[in-house]
């Protein structure tokens, strides 16, 4: 299988207010979700999901944002993350964290590619019930 699927991009911002605004007036996108630390905007297809940095490291950990670290995050969609966890394995790729359960609803895990660009695989839970 193909990691095919681009499904979000997690930019990691210092104000999410002004990002948020920002974001409402140059693009007139709709408004996916939005709370304290993020608001997330669809594009076609794709998503853009604007995040408070203080909230980066639960996702990109051991890196830490800031600084030299890293600033967005790259979502692939997958089936199965262990199984993409596995066959990444067997390619020589060390992941950075995961596979894990999130509270909103995916199953992820984060590899860098060698210049230290974060991608995160993200496999869609169902729903409790």
Known sequence: MALSHFEFV??????????RAFYEKVFAVDMVHADDVSAVFGFAGTMINLLLDSQAP????????GGNGPRMLLTIRVDDVDA????????????????????????TAAFADPAGHVWELAQVLPEPR
Do not use: H, M, S
């Open 84 to 107: 993409e966890c596995a066959r990444l394995g067997e390619q020589g790729v060390f992941l950075l964290n995961g596979p894990v359960n999130r509270p909103w609803g995916r199953r």
């Open 58 to 65: 639960e996702l990109v950990a051991p890196i830490k944002p």
């Open 10 to 19: 997690t930019l990691f911002v210092p104000d999410i207010d002004a990002a």
